[in-house]
């Protein structure tokens, strides 16, 4: 999860998260030469005295730097391009998760096994342990298994959601009468947090998503917990 002061991207979880980081840190430093250089060009135009009076065009300089700016682009358009496919590819997923926006809360479908389904609600400010997290921990989590490609499902009851883990790189939109699909990969242990990012209501801001990934024979323990109860 985010802690204080994080402005940039959190710690991926997933190895799609982590190549969305090379990315970002790609094109930032790319953005970053180019206005260092339009910056410096700009700058030195005040100091600029010399004038030619038969100056009217430049067909060589005007052809690079229409040119220049096309193949930097490129090399930003490739890369998001390959990232773009890459977090569409379904990899033989092992377990599949199926998730319900609700005005304001999520539910949670285990369509695997039999009848595991769950209401995931957040966590009132004033009912909360003190070492729980304000606006953030939910009543029942998400349990998975890390180490294993994992498919989620999404779609909404109401109005439009959204599913939304900034740590493994995911965003899906939870539509009324459709159903999203995407997957991951949890490559460590821990708890995951997201939020809800499409403006669904009052509640908005109060319908955050929890996932604690495990090793899978935990999973599998806490999974035959849930079927025999
Ligand atoms: Cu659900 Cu915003």
Redo the contacts with the bound molecule.
């Keep these: 999860m985010s802690t204080w002061a994080n402005l940039g991207l959190q710690d991926s979880a997933s190895p799609l998260m982590e190549q969305l980081i090379f990315f970002h840190d790609h094109a930032l430093l790319i953005l970053v030469m180019i206005t260092i250089l339009v910056g410096y060009l700009m700058f030195m135009l005040f100091f600029n005295s010399y004038i030619n009076r038969f100056l009217l065009h430049g067909q060589l300089i005007e052809m690079i730097w229409t040119i220049l700016p096309a193949i930097i682009l490129l090399f930003i358009a490739m890369p998001s391009l390959r990232l773009l496919y890459l977090l569409d590819e379904i990899n033989e997923p092992s377990i599949t998760l199926k998730s319900i926006?609700?005005?304001?809360y999520?539910s949670y479908e285990y369509s695997d096994f039999n009848d595991i389904e769950f209401d995931s609600y957040m966590i009132p400010t004033n009912e909360l342990s003190n070492d729980g997290f304000r606006l953030l921990d939910v009543d029942n989590r998400i349990v998975l298994p890390m180490n294993s490609q994992i498919r989620i499902l999404v779609t909404?009851a109401d109005?439009?959601?959204?599913w939304t883990i900034p740590a493994l790189g995911v965003k899906v939109d939870?539509t009324p009468g459709r159903l999203n699909q995407t997957n991951f990969f949890i490559n460590r242990p821990g708890l995951f947090y997201g939020?809800?990012?499409?403006?669904?209501?009052a509640?908005?801001?109060f319908?955050p998503i929890v996932i604690e990934s495990v090793p899978v024979n935990y999973f599998i323990k806490w999974i035959s917990s849930k079927v025999n109860s």
């Design positions: 926006g609700h005005q304001w999520w909404a109005v439009i959601h959204s939870g939020q809800c990012s499409e403006i669904c209501g509640n908005h801001s319908m």
